[in-house]
């Protein structure tokens, strides 16, 4: 399970059942390739990546991993977090949103396979995300944590970053970083 509710009263899947089996019906009729990837339902064309199929907190979505190439005439896509630079978000909150746009998502989706297909690349910002004080701290202190955190992709070192930095308060900064330190030095991204 991919968080520790899993297969519990408590899971947000169980919220977004219905949701959840209607988007997963819109993407079996794509032709794309169902497996599971992150604990969730992933739709791959030829090992590649398209769509994922979500539950949150607050919504069920389709998410696409190349969204910010799709044309969006319909503007109905979002941003998948304020950060995202790649992805982007069709959030439901009841199984009837979905029949009104499902011509649209399946086009959405053929389009997403194309832009595959045409081996169609996302122009990553290259700016250097600011280190918090708190994890130049930490690297000082175990300079191990250190190498282990620089070996990992930089999308992974991107993602804790952002993840540390979010925190208001330095004690919330290092209470994340010590908690994050297990899977750093297992090579592990935040959600792996």
Same mark, same amino acid.
């Given at each position: 399970?991919? !968080? ?6 408590? !899971? ?11 988007? %997963? ?5 794509? *032709? ?9 339902? !992933? ?5 590649? @990546? +398209?769509?994922?199929? @979500? ?6 979505? +389709?998410?696409?991993? &190349? *969204?910010?190439?799709?044309? #969006? ?10 950060? $995202? ?14 029949? =009104?746009? $499902? #011509? ?14 045409? *081996?169609? &690349? +996302?122009?990553?910002?290259?700016? =250097?995300?600011?280190? =918090? ?8 202190? #175990?300079? *191990?944590?250190?190498?282990?955190? &620089?070996?990992?992709? =930089? ?14 308060? $330095?004690?919330? %900064? +290092? @209470? %994340?970083?010590?908690? $994050? &330190? #297990? ?7 935040? @959600?792996?």
């Amino acid at each position: 399970m991919r !968080c520790k509710y899993g297969a519990t009263p408590q !899971c947000k899947v169980r919220r977004w059942q219905e949701v959840l089996v209607e988007l %997963r019906v819109l993407a079996l009729q794509t *032709g794309l390739k169902e497996t599971i990837k992150w604990g969730v339902p !992933c739709y791959t064309h030829k090992e590649k @990546n +398209i769509i994922t199929v @979500n539950a949150f907190k607050d919504y069920a979505c +389709i998410s696409f991993f &190349k *969204g910010a190439l799709l044309s #969006d005439p319909k503007k109905i896509l979002s941003k998948h977090g304020e950060e $995202s630079q790649a992805f982007r978000t069709l959030k439901f909150t009841e199984v009837k949103q979905i029949s =009104p746009v $499902s #011509d649209t998502v399946l086009a959405y989706i053929a389009e997403a396979v194309a832009l595959e297909e045409a *081996g169609k &690349k +996302i122009e990553y910002k290259k700016e =250097p995300t600011p280190l =918090p004080e708190e994890l130049i701290t930490a690297f000082a202190e #175990d300079p *191990g944590f250190e190498r282990a955190f &620089k070996a990992l992709t =930089p999308g992974r070192q991107r993602g804790y970053i952002l993840y540390f930095a979010q925190a208001k308060q $330095s004690a919330t %900064r +290092i @209470n %994340r970083i010590e908690k $994050s &330190k #297990d899977a750093v030095l297992l090579g592990k991204g935040m @959600n792996e």
